[in-house]
């Protein structure tokens, strides 16, 4: 069974840094892109980056791009999700999701995590 499980949301200063992590399991990681979405409060997903199975692609929303860096360490089946100089409207529930490539472009997620919560307030 395919288990994606995030970690790492907590309160942060606008201008502060996070790093959230997503643990993996039931499915070969090494061989699959994965992704990261957000969902601020009362507002629809929005797509935040993408990495490929193999880390080298990396893909982001222009509102992160810049300040958020997407990596992943296959040998610990964790990806990771780097957040720098945060803004309030960063403030989100941060999901990881499983990725569904063909080519170089991703066409869908077949599994997200339950979500951690990222909030970018004084």
């Known amino acids: 069974q395919v288990q994606l499980v995030e970690s790492g949301g907590d309160l942060v200063q606008p201008g502060g840094s996070l790093r959230l992590s997503c643990a993996a399991s039931?499915?070969?990681?090494?061989?699959?892109?994965m992704s990261w979405v957000r969902q601020a409060p009362g507002k629809g997903l929005e797509w935040v980056s993408d990495i490929n199975s193999g880390g080298g692609s990396t893909y982001y929303a222009d509102p992160v791009k810049g300040r958020f860096t997407i990596s992943r360490d296959n040998a610990k089946n964790t990806l990771y999700l780097q957040m720098n100089s945060l803004k309030p409207d960063d403030t989100a529930v941060y999901y990881c999701a499983k990725a569904l490539w063909e080519g170089s472009s991703r066409y869908g997620m077949d599994y997200w995590g339950k979500g951690t919560l990222v909030t970018v307030s004084s």
């Open positions: 039931g499915f070969t990681f090494s061989s699959y892109g």
